[in-house]
């Protein structure tokens, strides 16, 4: 930026105090500019014009003697704020000389018309902000349902399986059982339950009076101690199902063969 | 607040008249919708332009909602919007989700099918643990089990059962239909470390008791 | 749920035919007062019988609460019953102490909502000036903006859009009814025109890979 712009510029040797005074506020205030574009438009302003009928080339002069003032008041500008006065001041040169044929890229008239452009939209956009924000708001002048009933939510589990899990799962038990030592002590032992489930299986068969004898499980009889216990068992699985009216059952004499005999009405 | 001029002339005691009754039944609506707690007629009161009838508002407030999808409720001595009763079940949603069956649900599962009717202590029996109440029931609720006849031992336990809806699930005709040990083994299912020989299943060992139980099972299944 | 014997010959498809209007409008109503959030035509469907016509049910409910207190208002593809924004003077008690924004922030938005979908680079080019990460942040966290879709330009950069939450709290069916949006347009003020030779205005952060980098993180999540 050369020094000869400012001197060329009249404005402010010739403009009211007003103005000057209108421009130094800005100066003090040029940390609450967002940058160059808001600085622009702010200045644009002072204009008093529609933003599309702005003088872009008096809106640049503007610009410069802002920067210059700042600068002679050792202010601290941002580089953007420099670059945008060496681009003005760029655009102000273009503006003023006849259009070099010679020269390629958008014309100083194109250049400054989207300028304006820029200023115009950025300018809607803070109306269109403002119009937006006086909108009736949420939680401010219109409200929501204040006693909201949540919706339940009914988490239903629903659990499955397959064949396979099914069958691995009864051959894991099958597998640790084989290796259950006590499995094999019980060997020889016929639990009272064990009795009642196999003479019930086995009553249905016994029209006749048979020998409680008979029902001892293959193999049972030959080994004593198996002998005695499914006798046993036998012996009290019968008295349980005499009790509940499945069979009759007697005896001749002392140390006679036990017999029974499904009851009909059982 | 009131746009009709001529209001203003009205009672002596208040500045301004009160709304227009309708405008008040709006405001009560628009105050009970929004407000988190019930509120009583005070509160509204308390809220609403001066002279309002706020009784009379709910009165017809009360009318308008009558039957419709939200009903203006009493609380105590305050009102509140609520759904009406006969609507409550579009205020659940139901998400499923598929879980896999835990480890003892598809041990115990497996026992009952394979050794059906049987007893909580004879699962027990079988799988050396004692059988959790939680995974009887898991499998009735999804009833892919049921009660079988009381076992005619002392005590009169009740046995289990597999279900149609087990069979259908597992895609199978009849609880035979499901793979013996044999089969198992030659899927490689089980170690040939050990002999089968007493294996209630699928035929083998005919003098087995479990396994005529395992057959009376099946017919039990289909009894009713 | 349906009292009309001869209804029950109607369509083929469905095993129950759908409940009378009436009592569809009175679902949907139930539906739309429990919640606080707006509900989209899909859920409000998902949790009514089958069969239901959600659409003319709303149409209906939206002509009864045409004036009250309470009104029922749509939110992008969505409904909501809001109390009738000229009663917010009664609400004191309800009003939320809505988050002041800074000057950049609302003008941000505005950008987003008026040029949406917008990438960073366009908003720095329309306000002159880069587009402070805490601005974004903040309007995404108010859940006022969101990702929008990637530009199919170089470098692919994200672009920013409004969200259902931001056109439920400014009380907007959808962004075409934004303030002032047709004369905006109109005037040109909504084109997308490029900048101009070296003009130096916006979009500092173009060339920063580590900008690149973020955005680029940030669409894949909200890639839609």
């Known amino acids: 930026m050369s020094a000869d712009l400012t001197s060329e510029d009249p404005k402010f040797d010739t403009d009211a105090v007003a103005e000057r005074l209108a421009a130094e506020a800005l100066i003090i205030d040029v940390d609450g500019f967002e940058g160059p574009l808001d600085l622009l438009l702010t200045l644009s302003r002072t204009q008093k014009v529609d933003l599309r009928k702005i ?74 902000a403002a119009k937006l924000m006086a909108r009736d708001q949420k939680g401010r002048d ?77 193999g049972w009889e030959l080994d004593p101690k198996k002998r005695r216990s499914a006798t046993a068992a036998n012996f009290a699985a019968s008295l349980e199902l005499a009790k509940a009216g499945k069979i009759s059952i007697r005896q001749g004499e002392i140390f006679a063969p036990i017999q029974i005999k499904k009851r009909d009405d059982g | 607040m009131n746009d009709d001029p001529q209001d203003i002339e009205g009672e002596a005691e208040s500045l301004f008249e009160a709304p227009p009754m309708g405008e008040q039944e709006r405001m009560v609506e628009a105050i009970l919708f929004a407000s988190a707690d019930p509120v009583t007629v005070k509160e509204i009161e308390g809220r609403m332009p001066l002279g309002c009838d706020v009784a009379e508002a709910l009165v017809h407030l009360r009318k308008r909602y009558d039957g419709r999808g939200v009903n203006l409720v009493k609380v105590g001595d305050a009102w509140a919007m609520r759904t009406a009763g006969d609507l409550g079940f579009l205020m659940q949603k139901e998400t499923v989700e598929v879980r896999k069956l835990s480890r003892a649900a598809v041990e115990t599962l497996a026992i009952i099918a394979y050794h059906q009717p049987v007893t909580r202590a004879e699962i027990e029996e079988i799988r050396g643990v004692a059988v959790s109440r939680g995974t009887v029931d898991q499998l009735l609720e999804m009833e892919w089990i049921r009660f079988g006849r009381r076992r005619m031992t002392p005590g009169r336990p009740v046995t289990f059962v597999v279900t149609q809806e087990f069979l259908d699930h597992f895609g199978l005709e009849t609880a035979r239909d499901l793979p013996g040990l044999k089969e198992l083994r030659s899927a490689g299912l089980l170690d040939n470390r050990a002999p089968m020989g007493e294996m209630p299943i699928g035929g083998d060992g005919e003098n087995d008791p479990d396994e005529m139980e395992a057959q009376e099972g099946q017919s039990e299944l289909f009894e009713d």
């Open chain 1, 55 to 128: 003088s872009v080339l008096q809106l640049a002069e503007q610009y410069l003697a802002f920067i210059e003032k700042a600068k002679a008041l050792r202010l601290e500008l941002a580089a953007d704020y420099l670059v945008m006065a060496a681009w003005l001041a760029f655009l102000k040169s273009r503006l003023l000389l006849p259009p070099d044929p010679a020269e390629e890229g958008p014309s100083g008239e194109e250049l400054a018309a989207h300028l304006a452009f820029q200023l115009e939209r950025l300018a809607a956009m803070r109306d269109a």
């Open chain 1, 142 to 218: 219109f409200f929501v349902r204040g006693l909201p009933e949540d919706v339940a939510r009914v988490r239903k589990i629903t659990y499955t399986a397959t064949l396979m899990d099914l069958m691995q799962g009864y051959a894991r038990i099958k597998t640790k059982d084989e290796f259950r030592p006590f499995v094999m002590d019980r060997e020889a032992v016929m639990t009272l339950e064990q009795a009642l489930e196999r003479m019930r299986s086995l009553i249905g068969y016994a029209g006749e009076w048979t020998d409680l004898t008979s029902y001892l499980p293959e």
